[in-house]
Nanobody
Framework: QVQLVESGGGLVQAGGSLRLSCAAS??????IGWYRQAPGKQRELVAE???????NYAEAVKGRFAISRDNAKNTVYLQMNSLKPEDTAVYYC?????????WGQGTQVTISS
């Protein structure tokens, strides 16, 4: 059983920053990252980091968001800067390996204009 526990969401004004954290119950993943889902929209990839430390970002967040991880703590972070109202969504931590994908419960991020 794999558990992913997110924290760090909240309400901030446009232009502000937030840092999301995702603590994983174990570390054996091919990649781990963040997805988001806004009301009425499909869930989309925000950022992902692979075992080889390769990072992949959605175009909409490049230059504003940064993904990182602390292997000793089995934790991945998403630093979100210059936040915009369109970043408002539920953010989900997700990890994958060869056979499975795992999801956290989600954390709400709301950006006010």
């Amino acid at each position: 059983q794999v558990q992913l526990v997110e924290s760090g969401g909240g309400l901030v004004q446009a232009g502000g920053s937030l840092r999301l954290s995702c603590a994983a119950s174990r570390s054996i993943f091919s990649a781990i990252g963040w997805y988001r889902q806004a009301p009425g929209k499909q869930r989309e990839l925000v950022a992902e980091i692979t075992r080889a430390n390769s990072k992949n970002y959605a175009e909409a967040v490049k230059g504003r968001f940064a993904i990182s991880r602390d292997n000793a703590k089995n934790t991945v972070y998403l630093q979100m800067n210059s936040l915009k109202p369109e970043d408002t969504a539920v953010y989900y931590c997700s990890a994958r390996n060869t056979l499975n994908r795992y999801w956290g419960q989600g954390t709400q991020v709301t950006i006010s204009s």
